[in-house]
Structure formats: structure tokens, C-alpha cells
């Protein structure tokens, strides 16, 4: 989906934020948001089939109402004001938990490198930004951010750090996982989100449970994976009761794809995944930022 907010406007709310702090900033962001609520149809109906699917697997039954929609909506924005209050340096003490028992710890201990599977829940992109230089010098991050460059563009502005160590690619060709397999072999880490299907509308999919029915994820981390022959963990950043909680779990040792059942172990890493997925977002189901039909036969991240 194309960015729908103006750079200048975006500009106004880091301005915002420098003047009024991150409870003005929301405050006046409030009636933009409201705005994009009200002229979004495809996001609003999006959200409101995505709610309706995590109340139900909650065990509630209401239905989400305009007023979910709407805070599904602000949740977001609240969302990419603390990425950027994370990366200029705005974050108190302790905004940040770790409870992940140790999981990270012993990935930075140990010298080999490491896939990190992300997704487009919570904030995880706020914790790369509180690393330390030393831990964050060892990511590469895969991103598509062709569709939020003037996002990216103010973020820049304030920290040109918040651009380093990321790899721009819209699929993962040789020369890419070469690079990358260099680069693991180093001892980094390198980042990619689970939950995105190939942008340009490939096949390499497996349609898995996800929220009571069947889902597009796709089949890129674990190929990736298996080409780089390191451990693989999954990374979830929420927030909950006013700090962010950081979840990391240790997915696989290495990931094995066997000639003969390739397909069949591809669903299966798919479908392991799309459960961590699940458990997390069904704790906090207004995280979850995929303003699409994620459902849709053939869906990719717009």
C-alpha cells in the first residue's frame, strides 16, 4: 500500500514531539488519525476483519466496533512515534523489559551468526534501536521500505544511524544469499520478517492455520535458513502496561529442508511459525499492523 501520510506533516510530528513530549505529540496526532481512519476504507474494513478473527480466538463475542477500529488505528501511529523516540534517544530507563530468559543473551555470547525471523507485530524495530552499538553493528536488517520513504526520510533526518546495517530487497536472489551466508559466517545476525509474501507476488508460500483459517506466509526465512546453516530465533517486541516487553525464543538449531519432503517441511516451518505468531498477537491483537487482507489468496505486503 502506498505511504499515505505527507512528508511535511510528518515532519510537524516529530516537531511535535521535541516540543510537547510523547503525551502531546499522541494528543495532537489523535484527529490525524482520525482523519486516516475515516478516509481509509481498505485499512478500516482490513482491521476490522483482522479484529474480528483475534476476538473470536479470544473467546469474545462482540464484534469490533468503530471505536477499535479506531484505536487499532492510533496504536499504530503510537507505534512509529516510539521507533522514532526510541532512535533519537528519547526512551527512559527501563521502557524497555527483557523477558526473554536469557535467549539473547546466549545468541550474542556465542560467535556464530544467527537468522532472526521478525514479523509485523508489536515494535521490534525499537529494540534495534536501543542495542548497543556493538550488538547492533552485527545485524543486517532486510527491509521494503519503498512505500514509507517519507517515514524514513524524517527519521533520517534526526538519526542517520536509524538507515545503517539495512538491505533493501524485494526478493532474495543469489548474489543476495551469498552476501548474506558471508556475512553470517562473520558472526552476524541477519533479520527478516516472517509474515511478508514476496512483494513482487511469488509463489513461495504456504498457506498455514493463522487465526481460524488458512494464511499466506512465506517460505523465504526458511530457505534463507537453511542456505545460511545457523540457529534461527524469533524476536517479538510489545507493548504492555506503558513499557515494551521484549520476547525472543529460540526457533530451530538449523533448519533442514530434505529433497524428498521439501514442500511439506517448508508448511511445517510455516506453520510452527504462524503459532509463535498467533500466541503473541492474540495478547495484544490492537499490535498487529498489517492494514491488509491477510487472508486473501495470493496477499503480499502492500
Not at 481498505?42 to 471505536?67: M, W
Not at 548497543?132 to 519503498?146: I, K, N
Not at 508460500?205 to 499466506?216: D, I, N, Q, T
Request: aromatic share 12%; charged share 25%; proline share 5%.
Amino acid at each position: 500500500m502506498s505511504e499515505r501520510g505527507l512528508y511535511w506533516g510528518l515532519r510537524f510530528c516529530a516537531e511535535a514531539y521535541r516540543l510537547l513530549g510523547r503525551r502531546g505529540c499522541l494528543a495532537i496526532m489523535a484527529p490525524i488519525v482520525l482523519y486516516f481512519f475515516a478516509t481509509g476504507g481498505d485499512q478500516r474494513r482490513a482491521s476490522a476483519a483482522f479484529l474480528a478473527r483475534a476476538f473470536a480466538a479470544r473467546g469474545e463475542t462482540r464484534r469490533p466496533g468503530l471505536l477499535d477500529g479506531f484505536r487499532h488505528f492510533f496504536s499504530f501511529s503510537a507505534r512509529a512515534l516510539d521507533t522514532f523516540i526510541a532512535w533519537v534517544g528519547g526512551r527512559p530507563p527501563g521502557g524497555m523489559i527483557r523477558a526473554d530468559g536469557g535467549i539473547l543473551d546466549g545468541a550474542t555470547a556465542d560467535p556464530r551468526g544467527a537468522l532472526f525471523i521478525v514479523s509485523h507485530l508489536g515494535n521490534v524495530e525499537l529494540s534495534r534501536a536501543l542495542l548497543d552499538p556493538e550488538t547492533r553493528g552485527r545485524l543486517t536488517v532486510l527491509v521494503h521500505t519503498r512505500h514509507a520513504q517519507h517515514y524514513n526520510r524524517v527519521l533520517r533526518e534526526f538519526r542517520p544511524e536509524a538507515a545503517v546495517n539495512t538491505l533493501q530487497v524485494t526478493e532474495i536472489g543469489p548474489e543476495t544469499a551469498i552476501a548474506l551466508k558471508e556475512r553470517v559466517d562473520r558472526g552476524e545476525w541477519v533479520v527478516i520478517a516472517g509474515d511478508r509474501t514476496p512483494v513482487g507476488g511469488g509463489q513461495r508460500v504456504s498457506r498455514v492455520p493463522f487465526l481460524g483459517a488458512e494464511a499466506a506466509f512465506s517460505q523465504g526465512p526458511y530457505i534463507l535458513a537453511a542456505l545460511l546453516d545457523c540457529p534461527v530465533y524469533l524476536l517479538f517486541c510489545l507493548r504492555e502496561n506503558g513499557v515494551h516487553r521484549l520476547y525472543a525464543e529460540r526457533f530451530a538449531d538449523l533448519i533442514d529442508l530434505p529433497r524428498r519432503d521439501r514442500q511439506a517441511a517448508l508448511d511445517g516451518w510455516a506453520a510452527r511459525f504462524a503459532s509463535r505468531l498467533e500466541h503473541h498477537c492474540l495478547k495484544a491483537p490492537l499490535q498487529w499492523f498489517n492494514f491488509f487482507d491477510f487472508w486473501a489468496d495470493g496477499h503480499a505486503d502492500r
